[in-house]
C-alpha cells in the first residue's frame, strides 16, 4: 500500500490547529509552521508575529458557545462573550488537549511557497531552508495585512488629523484621546468605544450621518464614522 501523502500547514491560528487536529487523527504524516512563539494567531494580543489585530479590550462577538469547536466546547467558567486572552488560552489548550504541540514548529516563518512540475510543494523557510510535502494547507490569516481602501475616501488626503487602521488600534484610552474618530469595518470597536466615551461623560456631539454629511462615505471597509468633539 502506498504511504500516505505528507502535508504542510502554514498557521497555528484557530483554523491551523484545527486542520492540525483533521490530519493528526487520520494518520497523515503533517508539519505545522508558525511564525510566532506561540498558537492562537489573531487572538494573541501583542502577537510577537506583528500581525494580531486584537486590541486590549476585545470580546468576541459570536458568542462563546457559537464559536467553540464542536468537539472541544470552551470552559463554561468563561463569559458568554470572553476576553481575547480567554480565547488565546482556549485554543492553547486545544492543541494540548488532541496531542498537537509537537507537531507545530514555532518561530518559523514560511517565506515562499512554491509547487514543482510533479505537484510536489516546496516551502522555503525564514533560515533559508527548503521541505518538500504532498499537500499544503494554507491558513496564515485573512486579517494579518491592512489594507486601505481604493481609491480612497473622498477627502481623505485633506483630511489633516491622524489616519489609523483599525489593524494599528491596540488601547480604546489612546483612541478616546483623538479629537476624530473614524473606525474601520468592526462595528466591535465602535461599540467598545461609545461605551467607554459614556463611562467618561463625554458628549456625543455628531455620529456617523453628519460624518456623512461631511462626505466620508460608508462603504463595506468602514461601516461607521464618528466623530466626538470633546473628551471628558
Ligand atoms: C478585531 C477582530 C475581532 C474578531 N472577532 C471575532 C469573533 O468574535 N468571532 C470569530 O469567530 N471571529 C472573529 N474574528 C475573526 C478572526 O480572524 C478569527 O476568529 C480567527 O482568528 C481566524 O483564524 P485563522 O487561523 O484563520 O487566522 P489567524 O488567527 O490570523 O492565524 C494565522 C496564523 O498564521 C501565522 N502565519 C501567517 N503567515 C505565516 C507564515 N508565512 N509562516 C508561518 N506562519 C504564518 C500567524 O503567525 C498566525 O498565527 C475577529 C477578527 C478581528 C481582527
Redesign the pocket.
Known sequence: MDPLPTAAI???????IAAAKALYERGVPFAC????DRVG???VFGNR?G?S??YRQ?H???SRDR?EYSDYPMPKSYPDYPHHSHVAEYFDAYVDHFGLRDAIRLQ???QRASRRADGVWELTLADGSVESFDALLV??????DPRWPEPPFPGQDAFSGRQMHAHAYRDIVLAAMRRRYVASE?H?IQVDFDEYLRALGAERRAGARRARERGFRLPVAARAADAYDEMA
Open positions: 502554514i498557521g497555528a491560528g484557530s483554523s491551523g509552521f508558525e511564525a510566532s494567531g489573531n487572538w508575529n500581525m489585530a486584537a476585545l468576541i462577538n459570536t464559536m518559523t516563518r514560511v491558513a496564515n490569516g485573512h486579517h494579518r468592526r466591535t
